[in-house]
């Protein structure tokens, strides 16, 4: 059941409306764990998360379950968030407000579990501190697809972002039965190898581990289907994180698995090196140039505009590195 969330100096309750922030929480960088604060495993999540300082949950109270970890905050506890993080048709989101309030903060963002809330990937990157780093960020699909229907939209590339990633994680089913069995595994275990690859060499920012790289033949269909499904992000990436299919243990958890861990970086403009080189052969063409699609990059880049801000960002790279830097003494 949805409880009544009480008035608490540890409790940042945004589903009614900005909150007052701690001091502990104005200055610094701090670490998020999502879907977590309601519930009790052995002990309450306030107690089991201690090392993070935020956890955030839409809360649920199962037999006093979020009134037990109410009950556990403390001025050493993390800072309990309380807030509506899904995005749904006609449902005000507490996104934005939280996001004004901790813009480039957070040097860990961890998701809990599977079937918690997720930011989406614009909404990372405005929370993550410059090397910051995101793990667990999307929900694994508890959809069931028959084989054959699933074979003939991986084979026709029926790729459209967040749908399609969701697509990839569904259990897959042979004919007549709730699992795969050999035959159909083994097809669908071949098909997944050859387009993780074939991602792997197109992709501009998530790329696999060579750990995972090298262990591809050796996973479950099941498994590739999570890796193949974290390569997918790419195409809705923002330019600023760069994304390691890896193996990856939060602080949550005692067991590492393969995990799509983002890491925030911002890319190499050279705008000191592009000042270089005006200073000795002054605004000529080359110099314009660069400064165009610069400041084009940074419009997409303020526009959330992925694709066009990656083209950019290429015919950028190239264009300093044939007609500007060969040109600028170090």
């Given at each position: 059941m949805q409880p009544i969330i009480p008035e608490h100096p540890r409790i940042l309750n945004y589903t009614k409306g900005n909150p007052v922030i701690p001091e502990s929480l104005k200055t610094g960088?701090?670490?998020?764990?999502?879907?977590?604060?309601?519930?009790?495993?052995?002990?309450?999540n306030v107690e089991e998360f201690s090392q993070y300082d935020?956890?955030?949950?839409?809360?649920?109270?199962h037999s006093g379950s979020f009134y037990k970890n109410v009950e556990m905050l403390s001025d050493t506890s993390p800072v309990l968030c309380c807030m509506n993080a899904e995005v749904y048709p006609g449902v005000p989101s507490d996104i934005p407000a939280f996001v004004s309030h901790f813009s480039g903060r957070f040097s860990k963002i961890d998701g809990h579990g599977h079937h918690v809330p997720h930011f989406s990937l614009d909404t990372l990157e405005?929370?993550?501190?410059?090397?910051?780093t995101a793990s667990n960020i999307f929900e694994l699909s508890s959809g069931i697809v028959h084989f054959s229907t699933f074979m003939v939209w991986i084979e026709n590339e029926y790729i459209n972002a967040y749908s399609n990633i969701h697509m990839s994680t569904s259990k897959v089913i042979s004919n007549g039965a709730?699992?795969?069995?050999?035959?159909?595994?083994?097809l669908l275990r071949d098909v997944l190898q050859k387009r993780i690859i074939y991602l792997q060499s197109v992709n501009k920012n998530i790329h696999l581990s060579e750990e995972v790289l090298v262990s591809l033949p050796s996973y479950s269909h099941s498994t590739l289907q999570k890796i193949f499904g974290s390569?997918?992000?790419?195409?809705?990436c923002p330019l600023s994180l760069l994304g390691s299919v890896c193996m990856h243990c939060p602080s949550w958890d005692r067991q590492p698995s393969i995990q799509l861990v983002l890491t925030k970086s911002t890319p190499l403009f050279w705008e000191n090196m592009l000042q270089r080189y005006k200073d000795v052969h002054g605004m000529?063409?080359?110099?314009?140039r660069a400064d165009q699609i610069l400041s084009a990059i940074k419009v997409d880049i303020a526009n959330y505009s992925i694709w066009q801000s990656k083209a950019k960002y290429a015919t950028f790279l190239k264009h300093m590195r044939k007609n500007i830097l060969p040109f600028v003494e170090v």
């Open positions: 960088q701090l670490t998020l764990l999502l879907g977590a604060g309601d519930m009790v495993h052995t002990v309450t935020i956890l955030i949950c839409r809360p649920y109270d405005h929370l993550l501190a410059e090397n910051g709730m699992t795969l069995n050999d035959e159909d595994s083994a390569m997918l992000f790419d195409s809705i000529n063409e080359h110099a314009t």
